[in-house]
């Protein structure tokens, strides 16, 4: 099955995702707790600050969160734009409060930080740093541009330059660490819920497509016998009415048509497994049914069993999960893509684990990203624009992640590998390795067909 472009999610629109509620409220956090410091500060610790320059400041804050309120409804979200200038305005606010109230000499100079972590947490990368810019600007303007902090003796309260230069450098490492690392883990963080929904999506399809199938098998099973009787009538009908042509030919009609039922529900029901007695299959049937659709893609696909036989009386009957069928598909599908003419699918069993290893003659993968295959938006392998590309897209490991989930998922342990000189075919390399346990299906008596719901 070939895996389809997910569109579900704008990647452009991930910085729309803040509610301008949300910054609203940290912002009243902040207005509250800068005026609980003022007040500290002034009467418990006798300092003397310029109280009005300060109130102005808080003003400007307290003035821009009921303008919000009353402007905007509280579901609103906030564009990239609308974002960057947000925090702007907060990193704008706290320098000017700081400027006036020591500067770096002032210990709440760190909360510089605070709209530089926000931004990196919600915004692209561009944005990220054009917001860490301003900030180390605005940082090393309060450092060098500001009122003295002073008692109410006069006395003026600062520390050795040495010590604000420290305390300047600190800042400024923290706001690129912040910037580059909390971006670096939040995007990837993204990347990896959007391709866990990819997987969740492929395995529904999954799903669904096994329980349409399984209503069409169900249900040429049940109409199984009344088209049968239909035929046979009509051929006794077509016997009696000989010598009347125009009822024969009717009679005749009838036949025909209940023949072509079951014929159309024989082909619909092919895939359709879930009828109870079709839920298992042998290990090797199943693994030939995940490479199905990839077999008559202009690519030899060849089926080996080493020391096993197909034949072999001992092969194991597996449940049909539609994870195991959809992530060895998915795999199958990849060697194909990339194989210059031939793909090799070794299945393997014994009493403790069930195997299957797919090779393919390809160049394999680069060695630069072959300890992160299975990672979503992993670039592509190495090969050249002409040999072994897959047509139509040059691929971001999205395929691969999900097969890598599913199969997991099913108590399988993936290797990925290239092949050496002595291998049959010197690509890429998979190997999955269950359990036999997670996989295999006792035999027993099947009892009554269930019910199935599609929707």
Known sequence: MSQSIIGYIDQNARSNWMRLRTLVTVRWVAITGQILALAVGQELYGLSLPLGPC????????????FAILIFPDNRRLS????????????LQLSLLLAFTGGLNNPFALLILAPVTIAATVLPTRSTLLLASCAVAMTTTVALVQLPLRSTDGQVLEMPLVFVFGFWVAIVTGILFISIYTRRVTTEMTSMSEA?????????????LTDL??????????????????KLVSAELMEELKDTEPLRADAQLIKEQAERCGTILRSMGRAGKEDLHLRTTLWSALVREAAEPHLDRGKTVTFAFESNLETDPDQPLTFRKPEVIHGLRNLIQNAVDFSQSEVRV???????TLVVTISDDGRGYAPQVINRIGDPFVRRRNRS????????????????????????????????SNGTR????????????????KLEAKKEPVGKNQQIKVG
Do not use: C
């Open 213 to 230: 199938g399984g209503v069409v098998a169900a249900t040429a099973h049940e109409l199984g016998t009344p088209l049968a009787t239909i």
């Open 346 to 352: 070794d299945i393997r069993w014994n009493k403790d």
């Open 422 to 437: 002595t291998d049959p075919l010197r690509g890429a390399i998979v190997t999955s390795t269950w359990p036999r346990h």
């Open 196 to 208: 866990l929904l990819a997987t969740q999506m492929a395995l529904a399809r999954e799903q669904k």
């Open 80 to 91: 990239e734009a609308e974002t960057v200038l947000t925090l702007l305005f907060d990193t």
């Open 55 to 66: 109130a102005a400041v808080i003003g400007l804050s307290i003035i821009a969160n009921i």
């Open 385 to 416: 624009s002409t040999e072994g590309a897959r047509p139509g897209y040059d691929g971001m490991g999205l395929g691969l992640f999900i097969a890598k989930t599913l199969l997991e998922r099913s108590g399988a342990q993936l290797e990925f």
